[in-house]
């Protein structure tokens, strides 16, 4: 199945819905959210999801297929976490969500460790 992105671009996506397992606060959060889901649309779920107050910066990153933790900021970055979690068909895309923001790009959230 061929999908026109926002961005213009084509993705190719092979179910309609992705798994999301979020990991906060020592929780796991799970939701089926529809593969076409906008950047602005995962950062409200998420709040939904984890309950987390629309006032809060958040931070959301997800394990890559290397296991190495990455940022998911913009619309470009969550199609490449789908594109990614489409080809590896893991059991879901784990996101990990920090109610903060690191004080550098490429720096550790506050309370995010190497588990």
Not at 27 to 43: G, N, P, Q, R, S
Not at 44 to 61: D, F, G, S, W, Y
Request: aromatic letters at 6%; charged letters at 25%; proline letters at 7%.
């Amino acid at each position: 199945m061929h999908m026109l992105a926002p961005n213009g671009s084509i993705m190719e996506l092979d179910s309609e819905f992705v798994k999301i397992k979020a990991h906060y606060s020592g929780d796991m959060l799970i939701a089926d959210l529809a593969a076409t889901v906008t950047f602005v649309e995962l950062c409200e779920e998420v709040r939904m999801l984890c309950n987390v107050a629309k006032q809060q910066p958040i931070t959301l990153k997800w394990i890559d297929d290397e296991g190495d933790p990455c940022t998911i900021s913009s619309q470009m970055e969550l199609e490449e976490a789908f594109r990614i979690y489409n080809r590896t068909k893991r059991s879901g895309l784990l996101l990990h969500v920090f109610p903060s923001i690191p004080e550098r790009p490429g720096m550790p959230c506050p309370g995010e460790n190497s588990e």
